[in-house]
């Protein structure tokens, strides 16, 4: 039987509770992937399914599902991810082919892909994802160009693209993602600019940009409000590293993982539900760089 909810009553945020790595290079591309319990414990490799690739992107649909989509070689086929952790088969791509790409859900049970590069050229264009994880056509770019950048939820039921490489520099701006999956046009940038980093949701309702390369391998963070305002540098805590994939676990926690600090790496740092991020945890599973990573459950 159902909970009954009382008009007007309020409820905690609540997120999904446990989170996948997947995909990457470790020299080579690969397929593998590793879960990550709802206390933030990652397992041992998970042999892959689907094609090998890197610099791909992944977020939630479907209130407790994954997606794994696009990647290099400018590829545009997903994998859906089950609420039990399970990757599927490849499905034929939708949309231009891309990487180095971001994605984060909106809408509370959809998710948009965003940006990227196309063989040389830098794009702004979005795919919409279902509740069901169908990805959408094209929808033609709205802001700055760019790629290697990354995007995560916040305030519910929206979300934000931030930072990344234009092909000239590399920029810190955003781009927030209304609860119906519309991209705003830039917001100025806070923060040291940079890009290849990652971003996740934390205490239910805000975010966090983290690592990357801003001048040199970064761990700075920038936290995100549940109203979309990215905070000034916050002082890195562990390695600084590039190349680095981060999601959501517990429900109201986050987790980066893996990434190049001058040679791949499978070490992960936590998030507190208050946006703290821990120093580093030893790796589990093989080390590698550049691989996507969603929540679900």
């Known amino acids: 039987m159902f909970p009954i909810i009382p008009a007007n009553s309020v409820t905690a945020a609540s997120g999904n509770t446990e989170g996948i790595f997947g995909y990457g290079s470790t020299g080579s591309v690969t397929a593998i992937t590793n879960l990550v319990s709802n206390a933030g414990v990652v397992a041992s490799d998970t042999v892959g399914v689907g094609t090998a690739r890197e610099a791909l992107a992944a977020c939630e649909y479907g209130e407790d599902k994954g997606i794994f989509g696009y990647g290099y070689n400018t590829l545009s086929m997903t994998n859906l991810v089950s609420n039990a952790g399970v990757v599927a088969s490849d499905t034929a791509g939708v949309g231009t082919g891309r990487n180095g790409l971001a994605a984060c859900s909106y809408g509370g049970d959809k998710g948009i892909f965003g ?52 092909g000239s520099n590399y920029v810190s701006m955003t781009n927030l993602v209304s609860n119906a999956g519309v991209v705003a046009s830039d917001t100025a940038g806070v923060g040291t600019a940079g890009g290849d980093l990652a971003a996740c949701g934390y205490g239910g309702d805000k975010g966090i940009f983290g690592f990357g390369y801003r001048n040199a391998f970064s761990a700075i963070t920038n936290l995100i409000s549940n109203a979309g305002v990215v905070a000034s540098d916050t002082v890195g805590v562990g390695t600084g590293r590039r190349y680095i994939a981060a999601c959501e676990y517990g429900g109201d926690k986050g987790i980066f993982g893996f990434g190049n600090s001058g040679s791949r790496v499978s070490m992960t740092n936590l998030v507190s539900n208050a946006g703290v991020v821990a120093s580093d945890t030893a790796g589990i599973g093989i080390a590698r760089s550049t691989p996507g990573a969603c929540s679900f459950n």
């Open 115 to 166: 940006f990227g590069i196309i063989t040389a050229t830098v794009s702004a264009v979005t795919n919409l994802v279902s509740n069901a994880g169908v990805v959408a056509l094209d929808t033609a770019g709205v802001g700055t160009t760019r790629y290697n950048l990354t995007a995560c939820e916040y305030g519910e039921d929206k979300g934000i693209f931030g930072f990344g490489h234009d």
